[in-house]
T-cell receptor, first 114, second 113 residues
Framework: DAGVTQSPTHLIKTRGQQVTLRCSPK?????VSWYQQALGQGPQFIFQ???????QRGNFPDRFSGHQFPNYSSELNVNALLLGDSALYLC?????????????FGPGTRLTVT | QQQVKQSPQSLIVQKGGISIINCAYE??????FPWYQQFPGKGPALLIA?????SEKKEGRFTISFNKSAKQFSLHIMDSQPGDSATYFC????????????FGTGTKLQVIP
């Protein structure tokens, strides 16, 4: 049973550039959430996608946008990168009708902005 | 606004000892409280979770204790092993929040032989 996969594993970008991160959810899951984890901190919720629409959003600027495809995979886009965007970006998948709201995380993409 | 407070920030326990991590929450709408374990370079892995209708849940060496009136919950790791050395996050979510998970700040646990 394939778990949550993310690509790429690591990424180095320059300030002002744009980046796209990708996520494939666990088999059978239909909801994808994205989190940002700064070094030494807990993950912070960015947004969640269900049925190809953004269902909920955390306190992140519009530079952060996303997309969900019909096969439930998802992309996170960040425009006009800032040094402060350097972090581990985590994707989590879940089942919308699941009672326990269990979320399964991928290994993350380490983004470094120089 | 930090809605889930976690302590201690770091913890050193001898092998075979009990590790205890405490969390407190503010939002009374929270109705699902998971704990995640994270190793360096990896994503968080769901360890154990509890709902507020029970006061304790045990799975192997891991136990969650829940105090609804105090809005506090804790993780106990019995017979701690060096392989348990990781960062532990408490978290909370609620059915009206579309499964958005609010995490604590994390506790770095080191189990020494």
């Amino acid at each position: 049973d394939a778990g949550v996969t993310q690509s790429p594993t690591h990424l180095i970008k320059t300030r002002g550039q744009q980046v796209t991160l990708r996520c494939s959810p666990k088999s059978g899951h239909d909801t994808v959430s994205w989190y940002q984890q700064a070094l030494g901190q807990g993950p912070q919720f960015i947004f969640q996608y269900y049925e190809e629409e953004e269902r909920q959003r955390g306190n992140f600027p519009d530079r952060f946008s996303g997309h969900q495809f019909p096969n439930y995979s998802s992309e996170l886009n960040v425009n006009a990168l800032l040094l402060g965007d350097s972090a581990l970006y985590l994707c989590a998948s879940s089942l919308a009708t699941g009672r326990t709201y269990e979320q399964y995380f991928g290994p993350g993409t380490r983004l470094t902005v120089t | 606004q930090q809605q889930v407070k976690q302590s201690p920030q770091s913890l050193i326990v001898q092998k075979g000892g009990i590790s205890i991590i405490n969390c407190a929450y503010e939002n009374t709408a929270f109705d699902y409280f998971p704990w995640y374990q994270q190793f360096p370079g990896k994503g968080p892995a769901l360890l154990i979770a509890i709902r507020p209708d029970v006061s304790e849940k045990k799975e192997g060496r891991f136990t969650i204790s829940f105090n609804k009136s105090a809005k506090q919950f804790s993780l106990h790791i019995m017979d701690s092993q060096p392989g348990d050395s990781a960062t532990y996050f408490c978290a909370a979510s609620h059915s009206g929040g579309y499964q958005k998970v609010t995490f604590g700040t994390g506790t770095k646990l080191q189990v020494i032989p």
